[in-house]
């Protein structure tokens, strides 16, 4: 009798494990960029998923959004997940999200993350990411910080960025410092 | 491709012309790795692009090595070899460097470095380990870019076991002068939090300070943490209800910087954030709720604006609105917003609309109703993620009215379904829909043809559910299948036929062609035919072996699926006939490959020569005799003993080995598989008669060494799987049912108001007159979808559209004609109710229409007989009476009836006359039963009002005392009662007509939906022979545990049933240390203050049971780690975890 109940606490236990796992997901699991020809421009991932999976997920998101037909929604599902896309020109935004979370909400923050790479580079377009991919990534960074929202407020990301770019020119960094913190 | 050139080409110049955008650093182009992209974009094969990369990575390998590079042209190297990364060529070689630039570059360098690094490496690569000393180093440096920098990347990625290297660094950043420093430091914190929870716990109060900070960033940053340690345990943050509340009450009042503004909606995530953090507070909790009722008013009224970000709060406030305790002018105003989001003709607001209307479903069928055409439309979307989101919609809403219309559009969509994760839920969800509803022979008409979920249609159903399913399937369906034909439904004569119906279309499956059976219903069938074919007559055993043979020749045929078909054919090999053919059979398998094969082949041999012993072996009908399963493994015990004493290690669980292992700072392990474990016990149907049973438990007892140590991965998963229909199930079952009958009765004095109000929102839908044929269509299946759901609208709707005008009609006059209607009705789940009490006693669900209604009327109205005059009362009760008077009107409704400890003598509160007085009026039956003290309810001119609880064994009763203080006669008393969360109903009235002073009321409480205090409202009114007519209304508040009674399980039917309940919450709890054992002592008082039943008590854990009247279960697990008492609750109910826990933790603070 002992031992039976025994084993049965220790199957609680298990399934408690597993429970607790569960809740460590986050909310966003990745975001990719890629042209209308399904070239990735950018790619970031919240959560750590190996190489081989990474390939897996770009080719399945780059062949089910391009085949979108037009006047559909800009959600889709995939797996246990959402995935939500826009195109700006010639470039799609795709990120993904857990189920219960917000649609819309993903939605605009693709549309603030466009708002922040519009305003650094200045009407952004296609080829100031290709040829400045760093930026971008360095923005997304100051934007979202492991599947979370980091920052919301339009200037403040963008003095970050201004202020590490001015690092470039001049690796006295007490000036700009001023700039930065206000 | 060649467009893409072009474009770049011309795109080109504008490239080259520096403009004056201080970010702006397009001069890139004409750097390396300009010419790298260019080149590539030249390209016009992939295999030209490979040689190029590799190219470039060979140089880039060069240059990175060579120790001439400086820090600036590692920079632009590890930028390109990011860029080839992107493209998926492997540039392993570099990582190290990246590594090293993060150490030694300064300013941009370095920040590329931490980039590369958060790029190639994730959180589990060794390299990570050499990062640490750089991030340290960083954090300490007074350069405020690079401390941004290091909290970055540690928040990005880090090693779990470096954690308390830099914590205390990250801590006092907390603290730092600069707002954007203290924000990264939040989020780091974060991270922590979610990768290694332990670590943190000791700044929970630094996090309090943050969520108070001046700066609106860091502020918002705390919430993430507050966000995720609320959802693990509400009851703790409760305190900080006021603050959120206020603090979205400023957001929304544009008390932020504008600068948070997005499109001039002020912060909308923080909004967001905050809204899902207060429905986790108010879930349950009426207090805490009614503290945000104002702000989410507040919030929903000012989110007006047509942009994405409004309807995303707007969403937020909605699913909040219906977590919380339920305010109805707010729930109001929530539908109309899911209705404008459901009618929006923009497709995203459409979706997110289905959604929230999924979501709300349970709470508030009728939303559904109001929506049905648009629900019907959207099931013919033509974007699949609509329809889908539909189909969930309909899954939630699915009585035994509705299933067989809600499983064809799931099997619709299945048919064309390409995706495999779908598929699985899908066929996962019909086939639970398909079980729960097969028996109720419920006819009704769609579409000119009469379906039944019967037999057949739960056969056929299945049939197309395992063809579709593919090999896809998760194995627990066709086993529950099994499961559910072998152990039958109610009458042996119904499983009969089922099992008829299945063997004779598996036969006819088995003629036609085979080819694209999957394997699994291949087995499932050999199973069926192996097991039941003997039921049918004409059916000769010959001709289900040669099938089975022909499948068994079958290549395509796996060989699972042949042991499956042996198995069968040694359940049929009768006569002469038969015998050969085994033999035939039988010497083609026994040189097999496979062993299993060879096994099965060997048994078909030598059972088909030995008929008695086959007789005993498998014998017919082996179902009856229940198999005993040793789900405890306790033959094992005598190995594991032996191991033990071997020196082998004792079991740890997982969870013990992970912490020791992060204790031991080892670097991190696997993550565990999500997947649940599959069932054995549900495989078991089969036991001896199934192959892979007997496969597996070879498999157990071979790998049994391993099974100490791995924690059960193969051993523990006996009863994993929810039993839809099972022994056990079965009950639940019925619960549902009954549950579906007290939504669907109608009270009929409702139907009037309801049945205008859908013919108002009808009208409002064009598709009205003259109905055009595919809208007539639309109606019928709307009728069909949503009958059950509330049977008067589809009166209505079934009346317009015309082709069944007779059978759904039901005039909603009342009683006389109800009953009279009532003959025609096939559905006997909503219509056998006849009388009318009955009717009048099943409360709709919904107190918004009940309160419509004429009140009075439709309750529980008990009118006294004229009289309860007070002329001749006895001496010591009238004066004790007017003694009570004075007290009476005083004392307030104390919050929490509390228990007085079950004592038999009513006497014992001497100093409460008016209890003692109140007490002896008590019917004798509920005299000396354990009750609640006798409180006030209220004091009118001439009556006074009060009421206890009495606790019984199987309910509560509640007794109301109405107490005439004058001498005048008081006529008409009319007292009607009224909850949201009980089910009220009359017992009695006052017993004895001579007692004139003092009249009795007994009602019967069975709760609803449980909550952690439920609360009875009540009108009385009376009037006196001179003057006018009087009401008063009062209220009576109950704890729930009034409701708990103790529930007497085995540990195995614990375990049973722990596996079976969905709904649960966790949370810590305080130990009381008073000198004896801390667990049992907690026990102890848990027990006696609510009513538990104490399972066992092992070590440092202990399983508790109790249930909710009526045999409404609740599972407690309680477990002593460090110091605290972790508790887990489950139960099929939902909200029931969540208040007894409050409860818990109440006794425990009371103690």
Known sequence: MQKKSKTLLLLIHQLLCIYQFNYHLRKMRFLLLFSRQGKLRLQKWFTPISEREKKKIIRDMTNMVLARQPRSSNFLDWKDLKIIYKRYASLYFCLAIESQENELLALEVIHRYVELLDKYFGNVCELDIIFNFEKAYFILDEFLMGGEIQETSKQIVNRCIESSDMLQEDDNSEWYEVELFG | ?1151
């Open chain 2, 1 to 1151: 491709m060649s467009d893409v050139v072009e474009k770049t080409l011309t795109a080109l110049p504008s490239l080259l012309s520096l403009d004056s955008q201080p970010g702006a650093a397009k001069l890139s182009s004409t750097s390396k790795l300009g010419n790298l992209i260019r080149g590539i974009t030249e390209l016009t094969s992939k295999h030209e692009e490979e040689k190029l990369i590799h190219r470039e990575l060979a140089s880039i390998k060069e240059q990175v090595s060579s120790p001439n590079t400086s820090m600036r042209q590692m920079k632009e190297l590890m930028v390109r070899a990011i860029y080839c990364e992107s493209l998926g060529y492997e540039a392993s070689f570099s990582y190290i460097h990246a590594i090293k630039l993060a150490q030694q570059g300064t300013g941009l360098e370095k920040r590329v470095g931490y980039l590369a690094v958060s790029l190639f490496l994730n959180e589990n690569h060794e390299l990570l380990l050499l990062l640490v000393n750089t991030v340290l180093k960083d954090l300490q440096s007074t350069n405020l870019i690079e401390v941004c920098m290091a909290l970055t990347v540690v928040s990005q990625m880090f090693p779990k076991d470096m954690i308390p290297a830099i914590l205390p660094l990250v801590e006092e950043k907390l603290n730092h002068p600069k707002e954007i420093i203290r924000r990264k430091a939040v989020l780091a914190l974060y991270k922590f939090y979610l990768i290694a929870p332990n670590q943190v716990q000791h700044i929970h109060n630094k996090f309090r300070k943050a969520l108070c900070d001046k700066d609106p960033g860091v502020m918002t940053a705390s919430l993430h943490i507050y966000l995720q340690m609320i959802q693990e345990n509400a009851e703790g943050y409760k305190d900080l209800t006021a603050s959120f509340v206020s603090i979205l009450k400023q957001v929304v009042g544009g008390k932020l910087p504008i600068d948070f503004n997005y499109h001039s909606v002020p912060a909308p995530w923080l909004q967001i954030q905050l809204i899902r953090i207060l429905s986790l507070l108010g879930k349950n909790d009426q207090r805490t709720s009614e503290i945000m009722y104002e702000v989410l008013d507040e919030s929903l009224r000012r989110a007006e604006m047509n942009h994405n970000i409004t309807y995303a709060i707007l969403y937020e406030c909605v699913k909040c609105i219906y977590t919380i305790h339920p305010k109805s002018d707010l729930l109001e105003k929530a539908a109309k917003c899911i209705g404008n989001f459901v009618l929006s003709p923009k497709i995203n607001l459409k979706y997110l609309g289905l959604k929230a209307l999924t979501y709300v479903i349970q709470q508030d069928p009728k939303l559904a109703l109001q929506h049905q055409m648009t629900i019907i439309e959207c099931l013919d979307h033509p974007d699949l993620i609509i329809k889908r989101e539909t189909l969930e919609l309909l899954f939630r809403i699915t009585n035994t009215q509705n299933v067989v219309v809600i499983v064809e559009k799931m099997l619709e969509f299945l048919r064309m379904s390409t995706d495999d994760y779908t598929t699985i839920d899908l066929v996962g969800k019909v086939a639970e829909l398909a079980e729960k509803y097969p028996s109720d022979c419920v006819c009704f008409s769609y579409k000119n043809y009469t379906y039944a979920p019967d037999n057949e249609w739960f056969i056929e159903t299945m049939n197309t559910v395992f063809s579709l399913s593919g090999d896809t399937m998760q194995p627990d369906i066709p086993n529950s299948f099994l499961k559910l034909l072998s152990e039958g439904f109610e009458s042996v004569e119904e499983d009969r036929k089922l099992r008829l119906f299945a063997v004779d279309s598996y036969v006819t499956l088995l003629k036609g062609e085979t080819g694209k059976l999957p394997q699994f219903f291949l087995q499932v069938i050999s199973w069926v035919l192996g097991e039941y074919s003997h039921l049918s007559e004409e059916l000769k055993p010959a001709t289900v072996l040669e099938l089975l043979q022909k499948l068994l020749d079958r290549k395509q045929t796996s060989s699972e699926t042949k042991s499956w078909a042996l198995m069968a054919m040694t359940k049929l090999c009768e006569g002469r006939a038969g015998v050969s053919v085994a033999q035939q059979v039988s010497e083609t398998y026994i040189s097999s490959m496979d062993t299993v094969l060879r096994q099965r082949a060997q048994e078909l041999q030598h059972l088909s020569q030995d008929s008695e012993l086959r007789a005993r072996v498998l014998p017919r009908d082996a179902d009856l005799e229940p198999l005993e399963v040793d789900s405890s493994l306790s033959f094992l015990d005598g190995f594991v003993s032996e191991a033990l004493a071997a020196g082998a290690a004792p079991y740890k669980p997982p969870h013990q080995r992970q912490e020791e292992l992060s204790q031991a700072k080892v670097l991190s392990l696997e993550p565990y598989g999500l997947s649940l474990p599959i069932s054995m016990s549900s495989c078991s149907i089969a036991d001896r008669q199934s192959p892979t049973l007997l496969s597996m438990s070879s498999g157990l007892s071979g790998d049994s060494t391993d099974l100490s140590h791995k924690g059960g991965s193969t051993t523990l998963k006996f009863e994993g799987v929810k039993r839809v229909w099972g022994k056990e199930g079965y009950l639940a079952q019925k619960e549902s049912v009954e549950e579906a009958v007290q939504v669907e009765a109608p009270s009929p004095l409702r139907s009037t108001s309801q049945q205008a109000e859908v013919v108002g929102s009808h009208s409002q839908t064009p598709t009205l007159t003259p109905t055009p044929e595919p809208e007539q269509e639309k109606q019928q299946l709307a009728s069909s979808l949503f009958f059950g759901i509330s049977s008067q609208s589809s009166v209505c709707l079934m009346g317009k559209s015309g082709p069944t005008p007779q059978r759904f009609r039901r005039k909603a006059k009342g009683q006389s004609s109800s009953s009279g209607a009532t003959e025609q009705m096939s559905n006997s789940v909503v219509f056998t109710s006849t009388t009318v009490d009955n009717l009048l006693c099943n409360n709709p669900p919904d107190s918004t229409i009940t309160s419509e209604v004429d009140v009075s009327s439709s309750k529980h109205t008990s009118e006294l007989p004229q009289g309860l005059t007070a002329a001749n009362g006895t001496c010591d009760i009238e004066a004790e009476l007017t003694d009570s008077d004075l007290k009476g009107s005083s004392p307030p409704l104390s919050g929490d009836n509390g228990l007085e400890n079950a004592d038999p003598d009513p006497h014992e509160n001497l100093d409460k006359p008016q209890g003692v007085c109140l007490s002896s009026h008590l019917p004798a039956e509920l005299s000396g039963l354990c009750r609640s003290e006798i409180t006030p309810l209220c004091t009118l001119q001439n009556l006074d009002l009060s009421a206890c609880h009495v606790h019984r064994e199987d309910t509560i009763v509640l007794v109301v005392f109405i107490t005439n203080s004058s001498d005048s006669a008081v006529q008409h008393i009319r007292l009607d009662l009224d909850s949201e969360l009980l089910e009220v109903s009359c017992v009695s009235e006052s017993p004895a007509k001579d007692v004139r002073s003092v009249a009795v009321y007994l009602y019967s409480l069975t709760v609803r939906r449980p909550a952690v205090h439920v609360e009875l409202a009540g009108t009385v009114s009376y009037q006196v022979p001179v003057g006018t007519p009087q009401t008063a209304q009062f209220s009576y508040k109950l704890p729930l545990t009034a409701f708990i009674r103790p529930l007497t399980v085995s540990t195995e039917e614990y375990g049973t049933m722990w596996l079976a309940f969905s709904h649960d919450t966790k949370q810590n709890l305080t130990l009381i240390n008073d000198g004896q054992e801390p667990l049992v002592a907690t026990l102890n008082v848990l027990r006696k203050k609510l009513q538990l039943h104490v399972v066992e008590v092992i070590g440092v854990e202990g399983i508790l049971a109790c249930k909710l009247l009526q045999d409404q279960p609740c599972l407690m697990h309680f477990r002593v780690h460090e110091g605290a008492l972790a508790v887990w609750l489950r139960s099929p109910v939902p909200d029931l975890p969540d208040c007894l826990i409050y409860h818990c933790q109440r006794a425990l603070q009371e103690h």
